[in-house]
T-cell receptor, first 111, second 114 residues
């Protein structure tokens, strides 16, 4: 059974600092990994999708890397802003097609 | 309207009530999902529909009853719920079940059972 772990569970940084969020998974046989953002009480917004054949994806200030062999992905957010405050979830799609989610990292960016 | 739309946004119901959650997607996707998100826990898959057919029931209690009349609409009928069923219920869709192009989620329905 795929286990997805996100560390740390919470993170507080001053505005302008770069953010590094970690996601690890136990079964490296995945098709893709998706990073989501969730604002309090709201649904999930997709940020980046990395296919298993890719090493990284970039969108604006966001960059996500994938090391499938070691079961790890990292989401980098450059020059953080208070609007980046949210919970960030990673989800892996293994061979049985069911997304497995981590519990998330809650980020607070202090102005 | 585009994307995945869920109604109502908030719902408070007694344990003896019957209510329904609605999900609608305008993305042309063929697979739809119900997820449950409880406080401090990872999202839990509840049901999967692919081309209107239920392909997955993740050991969900019978007090939750899904319905998928067409590929654009998904319902979750609720009856005789328990307080521990209070959670955020999220609907998602994808082009096809197990496709490799990611999932789109709705904003969720915050359910409180009293």
């Amino acid at each position: 059974k795929q286990e997805v772990t996100q560390i740390p569970a919470a993170l507080s940084v001053p505005e302008g600092e770069n953010l590094v969020l970690n996601c690890s998974f136990t079964d490296s046989a995945i098709y893709n990994l998706q990073w989501f953002r969730q604002d309090p009480g709201k649904g999930l917004t997709s940020l980046l999708l990395i296919q298993s054949s890719q090493r990284e994806q970039t969108s604006g200030r966001l960059n996500a890397s994938l090391d499938k062999s070691s079961g790890r992905s990292t989401l980098y957010i450059a020059a953080s802003q208070p609007g980046d405050s949210a919970t960030y979830l990673c989800a892996v799609r293994p061979n049985d097609y069911k997304l497995s989610f981590g519990a998330g990292t809650t980020v607070t960016v202090r102005a | 309207e585009t994307g995945v739309t869920q109604t109502p946004r908030h719902l408070v119901m007694g344990m003896t009530n019957k209510k329904s959650l609605k999900c609608e997607q305008h993305l042309g996707h063929n697979a739809m999902y119900w997820y449950k998100q409880s406080a401090k826990k990872p999202l839990e898959l509840m049901f999967v529909y692919n081309f209107k057919e239920q392909t997955e029931n993740n050991s969900v209690p019978s007090r939750f009853s899904p319905e998928c009349p067409n590929s654009s609409h998904l319902f979750l009928h609720l009856h005789t719920l328990q307080p521990e069923d209070s959670a955020l219920y999220l609907c998602a869709s994808s082009q096809e079940f197990g496709d490799n192009y990611g999932y789109t989620f709705g904003s969720g329905t915050r359910l409180t059972v009293v």
